[in-house]
């Protein structure tokens, strides 16, 4: 053990008085530094119950299970978002599947669709190589990629999504639109609407085994409607049948239905004009 570390050698200067011992360092053992997980945007948390879906929900399950790329299509309002999202939570609880989802609604030009992608997939958006610098964030994993409402930007879409599932074996990708990609290997699922009433003048315990008016009546009474009582069931099964089964417009009209009786909105929705003139504000 050393009692004196540094000493004073005169005409000479400091002299450092520990024992100095080198030791080579294999590099090839030593472990990498592995990168940080990159931050996935989440999926949106849902409100409401999905009511009616649940056959639609497996249906997407199932086809992602044998095909990487499902785009699930049909009209605006039909209800396609609210089924991708519960199909990925699915697939989260019963999988541990990592999601991320991209939401391309806001976009007005095809120019940023690629860095909307690399944000919502933790890479760094303003690279040479965006696309690159998505695959080296996902490299290695096994992922869904949810890209909701596509219609827009279809043309700017359809080869980054190839470039990606090509290089990345591991992921899977399931989008929403009202006009499908058109790539090899896509697999379309249409969205129907609501099942409604084959007759409206049902009692409202019939009616309800309807999902539409299991929506509608839902919707209602959450608007402030009060308990929908049995003689409503045929006006109730008449406004869902009048809607086509819409989700959205059916929400919509629910939700007038707590300041209106269905009594007076039933005739006013003969022509779908007049739905432009109900709207959600919390909605796009």
Same mark, same amino acid.
């Given at each position: ?14 002299? +450092?008085? &520990? ?20 931050? +996935?945007?989440?999926?949106?948390? /849902? ?12 249906? =997407?399950?199932?086809?992602?299970? *044998? ?9 605006? @309002? ?5 089924? !991708?999202? /519960? ?11 990592? =999601?991320? +989802? $991209? ?9 940023? =669709? ?46 980054? =999504?190839?470039?990606?599932?090509? *290089? ?14 058109? $790539? ?19 009692? #409202? ?7 539409? $008016? /299991? #929506?509608? $009546? &839902?919707?209602?009474?959450? @608007? &402030? *409607? ?10 109730? *099964? ?6 086509? @089964? ?5 929400? #919509? ?12 909105? !039933? ?6 004009? /007049?739905? +432009? ?8």
């Amino acid at each position: 053990e050393c009692r004196e570390w540094i000493s004073n050698i005169p005409s000479r200067g400091y002299r +450092f008085n &520990g024992r100095v011992s080198r030791e080579e360092i294999d590099t090839s053992v030593v472990p990498r530094t592995r990168m940080a997980a990159p931050s +996935f945007t989440a999926l949106p948390a /849902r409100l409401t119950e999905l009511v009616g879906r649940e056959a639609d929900v497996a249906t =997407v399950i199932e086809s992602l299970s *044998a095909h990487r790329l499902v785009t699930l299509a049909g009209p605006g @309002g039909i209800g396609k978002t609210s089924v !991708a999202i /519960r199909s990925a939570e699915r697939l989260q609880q019963t999988r541990g599947t990592q =999601v991320a +989802f $991209v939401d391309l609604s806001p976009l007005i030009s095809n120019d940023h =669709v690629l860095s909307t992608m690399a944000r919502a997939l933790g890479a760094a958006p303003d690279l040479p190589d965006t696309i690159q610098a998505i695959t080296q964030c996902l490299v290695g994993r096994d992922m869904l990629l949810v890209i909701d409402n596509c219609e827009h930007v279809v043309e700017s879409l359809a080869r980054p =999504v190839m470039a990606l599932l090509t *290089a990345l074996p591991g992921l899977r990708v399931l989008a929403t639109s009202r006009e499908t990609l058109r $790539v090899s290997g896509e697999w379309v699922l249409r969205l129907s609407p609501l099942a409604v009433p084959d007759d409206e003048g049902i009692p #409202l315990t019939e009616a309800l085994q309807w999902p539409a $008016v /299991r #929506l509608l $009546v &839902g919707g209602a009474e959450a @608007g &402030g *409607a009060g308990q929908v009582n049995e003689s409503q069931g045929p006006l109730l *099964a008449r406004i869902a049948r009048q809607l086509d @089964g819409i989700p959205l417009a059916i929400e #919509l009209v629910a939700a007038r239905l707590g300041g209106q009786s269905a009594r007076d909105l !039933a005739p006013r929705l003969d022509g779908h004009i /007049r739905l +432009f003139s109900i709207s959600n504000r919390g909605g796009p």
